[in-house]
């Protein structure tokens, strides 16, 4: 009965129950080439062995979606509470705090609210009376790839004025235009093939700035727009364009349109859905045909975390009748456990080509990092003096910077020292190194720094003091640039801190799981923070841009340090003995390195960005709507490709593979500008040639605030020997 009645369930809350179904099966096929049953009796002591058994998986695999990480407002003692002076959009609706700051989608609710936002394939764009989408091309060369942005279609509600965000969830964005009686509903959705538009009492209008050379009804009757026609009622109709393009436009049931060189409208007032497809190399419609009737409209997301491996789902929320569609970008493709690809359908996009998947549930597979504190080896015994030469020199380092990015920098450096004391057996050092962290960490977490930290009740979430005051300051923090990297230098020392003294973490618990509310939320439940603030659920990677709006949409430079942001949650999680934490940190780390490996590194045999721009072998920036070769700070080789390794910890095993780094080092291997950015780069040499990078590390005289001669030292120390030697 227990297995019966969940699957029964169309939508499973936690999907580890299938994994217990599936361990039982194959239980009773190994049983039955025993020929065990062969009684009654002994079919029923099988049959309780199972039901313990189905138990025992279920407990083993996996700890469905998370709980909150606290739901009360922050302690005011800890983190004042003030308003933040950019007011809330009016694009808001009826949505309440906490408002995602962060959203792949968040140019609709940004000044104007008439930026782009790219759901893949398809590019929208939010106007006053109109809705304007293209599928776009790109334009490459070797300096960067952008999606060319044009207004291919909009969708015309006349005399609208106004839009308002009617909901929202990790995968989509909906919004309503309304006139009156009159509503149009936009469900924008990541990885839907179809444009949708849900009308109430209007006459349907689509214009184009291309030139409609032709359209054809469902009867294959042609029509050419110099003659001004009426298409006799119809509820699907091809379109050809002087731009090359072909799309399909479906209705919910038969109406008149009229056609003109630049639009398609309706000529009755109508309600339902309408639903424009790109025919990119189809010469007819019949694939879209039988998936015309259903499309998604939001998604339920889930997940489960086992030990060594997780699984997410996307459980898409679906309107109609039928079968459902959607495009899967390449990364899905690679994690799928299992899928349903339908053939002809591939839309090339900034991320790649998108592969066409029916079915209403996406289940992904994703192994999780096992990196805790020290590295996969120990140090080669022949360098641990030079190590303990360096400490000596290192150890009384004093952060001093006063913004929360580049404290962060520095605490990280002194964290990661104490570690490595910790590891050599220092024990002296390593107290005095941890003493120095408490008492720096203290200070933020108590708000007696002077650029203490608040809670913006205004949109709910923890920014600085400084920031809040001014946009410019502290690298946008108080507008919500950046916070993965900003805190999660802060909850890798803490984390340190409790690694030996517990008692730290405990005292000072509320204030620090408000750093971790703040970017790292698993839970609506959690009234004053919104969900995973930096993630993009449907791409894997974070975004980094905050409050700021941009052509482009969103962008993320440094996934090294994003992936560090995630890997602070794990140690924290485990100093805590907050077994979700590290769960879901260990989550959002496998993510983030999945898609930094695949959309940030560019092997040769990568079939994501094509020459010249991939012989770069590594991108700077991933926008939502373009790649740079560049930083943000800079466009130094060893700015644009380090800034993608450092700092160097032990999820950097994973993430800077040594095949890849063969390809990536050669691009870098003679770069010595600015000099205190050569150390990332023999770092990196360490992958790949631990000797000849000994031998360089050696001779260093300058070091990024970030890093150290005892860092480096390490890290070349504890790589894998190289093949030759």
Same mark, same amino acid.
């Given at each position: 009965?227990?297995?019966?009645?969940?699957?029964?369930?169309?939508?499973?809350?936690?999907?580890?129950?299938?994994?217990?179904?599936?361990?039982?099966?194959?239980? *009773?096929?190994?049983?039955?080439?025993?020929?065990?049953?062969?009684?009654?009796?002994?079919?029923?002591?099988?049959?309780?062995?199972?039901?313990?058994?189905?138990?025992?998986?279920?407990?083993?695999?996996?700890?469905?979606?998370?709980?909150?990480?606290?739901?009360?407002?922050?302690?005011?003692? /800890?983190?004042?509470?003030?308003?933040?002076?950019?007011?809330?959009?009016?694009?808001?609706? +009826?949505?309440?705090?906490?408002?995602?700051?962060?959203? %792949?989608?968040?140019?609709?609710?940004?000044?104007?609210?008439?930026?782009?936002?790219?759901?893949?394939?398809?590019?929208?764009?939010?106007? +006053?009376?109109?809705?304007?989408?293209?599928?776009?091309?790109? *334009?490459?060369?070797?300096?960067?790839?952008?999606?060319? /942005?044009?207004?291919?279609?909009?969708?015309?509600?006349?005399?609208?004025?106004?839009?308002?965000?009617?909901?929202?969830?990790?995968?989509?964005?909906? &919004?309503?235009?309304?006139?009156?009686?009159?509503?149009?509903?936009?469900?924008?959705?990541?990885?839907?093939?179809?444009?949708?538009?849900?009308?109430?009492?209007?006459?349907?209008?689509?214009?184009?700035?291309?030139?409609?050379?032709?359209?054809?009804?469902?009867?294959?009757?042609?029509?050419?727009?110099?003659?001004?026609?009426?298409?006799?009622?119809?509820?699907?109709?091809?379109?050809?364009?002087?731009?090359?393009?072909?799309?399909?436009?479906?209705?919910?049931?038969?109406?008149?349109?009229?056609?003109?060189?630049?639009?398609?409208?309706?000529?009755?007032?109508?309600?339902?859905?309408?639903?424009?497809?790109?025919?990119?190399?189809?010469?007819?419609?019949?694939?879209?045909?039988?998936?015309?009737?259903?499309?998604?409209?939001?998604?339920?997301? @889930?997940?489960?975390?086992?030990?060594?491996?997780?699984?997410?789902?996307?459980?898409?929320?679906?309107?109609?009748?039928?079968?459902? &569609?959607?495009?899967?970008?390449?990364?899905?493709?690679?994690?799928?456990?299992?899928?349903?690809?339908?053939?002809?359908?591939? /839309?090339?996009?900034?991320?790649?080509?998108?592969?066409?998947?029916?079915?209403?549930?996406?289940?992904?597979?994703?192994?999780?990092?096992?990196?805790?504190?020290?590295?996969?080896?120990?140090?080669?015994?022949?360098?641990?003096? +030079?190590?303990?030469?360096?400490?000596?020199?290192?150890?009384?380092?004093?952060?001093?910077?006063?913004?929360?990015?580049?404290?962060?920098?520095?605490?990280?450096?002194? +964290?990661?020292?104490?570690?490595?004391?910790?590891?050599?057996?220092?024990?002296?050092?390593?107290?005095?190194?941890?003493?120095?962290?408490?008492?720096?960490?203290?200070?933020?977490?108590?708000?007696?720094?002077?650029?203490?930290?608040?809670?913006?009740?205004?949109?709910?979430?923890?920014?600085?003091?400084?920031?809040?005051?001014?946009?410019?300051?502290?690298?946008?923090?108080? /507008?919500?640039?950046?916070?993965?990297?900003?805190?999660?230098?802060?909850?890798?020392?803490?984390?340190?801190?409790?690694?030996?003294?517990?008692?730290?973490?405990?005292?000072?618990?509320?204030?620090?799981?408000?750093?971790?509310?703040?970017?790292?939320?698993?839970?609506?439940?959690?009234?004053?923070?919104?969900?995973?603030?930096?993630? @993009?659920?449907?791409?894997?990677?974070?975004?980094?841009?905050?409050?700021?709006?941009?052509?482009?949409?969103?962008?993320?430079?440094?996934?090294?340090?994003?992936?560090?942001?995630?890997?602070?949650?794990?140690? &924290?999680?485990? *100093?805590?003995?907050?077994?979700?934490?590290?769960?879901?940190?260990? &989550?959002?780390?496998?993510?983030?390195?999945?898609?930094?490996?695949?959309?940030?590194?560019?092997?040769?045999?990568?079939?994501?960005?094509?020459?010249?721009?991939?012989?770069?072998?590594?991108?700077?920036?991933?926008?939502?709507?373009?790649?740079?070769?560049?930083? %943000?700070?800079?466009?130094?080789?060893?700015?644009?490709?380090?800034?993608?390794?450092?700092?160097?910890?032990?999820?950097?095993?994973?993430?800077?593979?040594?095949?890849?780094?063969?390809?990536?080092?050669?691009?870098?291997?003679?770069?010595?500008?600015?000099?205190?950015?050569?150390?990332?780069?023999?770092?990196?040499?360490?992958?790949?040639?631990?000797?000849?990078?000994?031998?360089?590390?050696?001779?260093?005289?300058?070091?990024?605030?970030?890093?150290?001669?005892?860092? *480096?030292?390490? %890290?070349?120390?504890?790589?894998?020997?190289?093949?030759?030697?």
């Amino acid at each position: 009965c227990f297995f019966f009645f969940s699957s029964r369930r169309r939508h499973t809350r936690c999907r580890e129950v299938s994994w217990a179904r599936r361990c039982v099966q194959e239980t *009773v096929s190994t049983q039955s080439t025993w020929g065990f049953f062969t009684t009654r009796k002994m079919n029923f002591y099988i049959g309780l062995w199972l039901i313990v058994l189905s138990m025992i998986c279920i407990q083993k695999v996996a700890e469905c979606k998370f709980g909150p990480f606290g739901t009360e407002q922050p302690n005011p003692k /800890y983190r004042p509470s003030m308003k933040h002076p950019k007011p809330i959009s009016t694009f808001w609706g +009826a949505n309440n705090r906490p408002y995602p700051t962060n959203a %792949w989608w968040e140019n609709l609710i940004l000044n104007k609210g008439e930026e782009t936002l790219n759901a893949f394939p398809y590019i929208y764009k939010a106007k +006053a009376d109109r809705m304007c989408f293209t599928l776009p091309t790109l *334009v490459e060369n070797k300096e960067y790839i952008f999606s060319l /942005y044009t207004d291919e279609w909009c969708v015309i509600l006349p005399d609208s004025t106004d839009h308002k965000i009617l909901r929202y969830d990790e995968l989509s964005v909906t &919004l309503r235009y309304q006139l009156k009686d009159s509503i149009a509903t936009y469900p924008i959705v990541q990885g839907s093939p179809f444009v949708v538009t849900q009308y109430e009492r209007v006459k349907p209008e689509i214009r184009t700035i291309a030139t409609i050379t032709q359209v054809i009804d469902e009867d294959g009757k042609i029509y050419k727009p110099e003659d001004n026609p009426i298409l006799a009622p119809s509820s699907k109709v091809i379109v050809f364009m002087n731009n090359t393009r072909k799309w399909v436009v479906y209705f919910d049931k038969k109406i008149p349109i009229k056609v003109t060189s630049q639009s398609l409208s309706g000529v009755i007032t109508y309600s339902g859905a309408m639903k424009l497809a790109v025919l990119d190399k189809q010469e007819t419609s019949e694939i879209f045909d039988q998936y015309r009737n259903t499309f998604a409209i939001g998604v339920d997301l @889930d997940y489960s975390v086992a030990d060594v491996s997780a699984k997410i789902i996307y459980n898409w929320v679906v309107s109609g009748k039928g079968k459902l &569609l959607m495009m899967a970008l390449p990364h899905h493709v690679d994690a799928f456990e299992r899928s349903k690809k339908v053939d002809g359908i591939n /839309y090339r996009t900034i991320r790649g080509v998108m592969t066409a998947i029916e079915g209403e549930t996406w289940e992904f597979t994703e192994y999780l990092q096992q990196y805790l504190w020290d590295a996969p080896r120990p140090i080669d015994p022949d360098k641990l003096p +030079a190590i303990k030469r360096a400490l000596e020199e290192d150890y009384k380092y004093v952060p001093s910077d006063k913004d929360p990015y580049f404290f962060g920098i520095e605490i990280g450096r002194l +964290a990661k020292l104490t570690l490595i004391a910790d590891e050599i057996g220092d024990t002296e050092k390593a107290n005095y190194m941890r003493s120095n962290l408490m008492k720096q960490m203290a200070a933020w977490i108590e708000g007696t720094n002077p650029d203490h930290l608040v809670y913006d009740s205004t949109y709910g979430g923890i920014v600085s003091s400084d920031g809040i005051a001014n946009e410019q300051s502290d690298y946008g923090n108080g /507008y919500y640039n950046d916070h993965h990297y900003h805190y999660g230098y802060h909850i890798f020392a803490i984390a340190v801190i409790g690694r030996k003294n517990p008692e730290f973490v405990e005292n000072y618990k509320e204030p620090i799981l408000t750093y971790v509310r703040d970017f790292a939320n698993p839970s609506k439940e959690d009234k004053f923070f919104t969900i995973t603030r930096m993630k @993009d659920w449907f791409g894997w990677h974070s975004y980094a841009s905050g409050l700021f709006e941009f052509t482009d949409g969103r962008n993320q430079e440094s996934t090294s340090e994003a992936i560090m942001a995630y890997y602070s949650l794990v140690l &924290l999680g485990n *100093v805590m003995k907050h077994t979700e934490l590290e769960k879901f940190g260990k &989550l959002l780390l496998a993510m983030e390195i999945r898609a930094t490996k695949k959309y940030w590194h560019m092997p040769e045999n990568s079939n994501i960005y094509p020459d010249p721009f991939k012989k770069n072998r590594m991108v700077g920036i991933v926008w939502s709507n373009k790649v740079d070769y560049a930083t %943000w700070f800079g466009k130094y080789p060893l700015f644009i490709h380090c800034i993608q390794m450092l700092p160097f910890l032990p999820p950097t095993e994973s993430s800077l593979d040594k095949e890849f780094m063969k390809e990536e080092y050669e691009i870098i291997k003679n770069e010595n500008t600015p000099s205190d950015w050569i150390p990332f780069r023999v770092s990196a040499r360490a992958i790949i040639d631990k000797e000849a990078a000994w031998l360089e590390a050696i001779q260093l005289k300058v070091f990024h605030v970030g890093t150290c001669r005892t860092i *480096v030292y390490h %890290w070349v120390a504890t790589r894998k020997q190289s093949i030759k030697n």
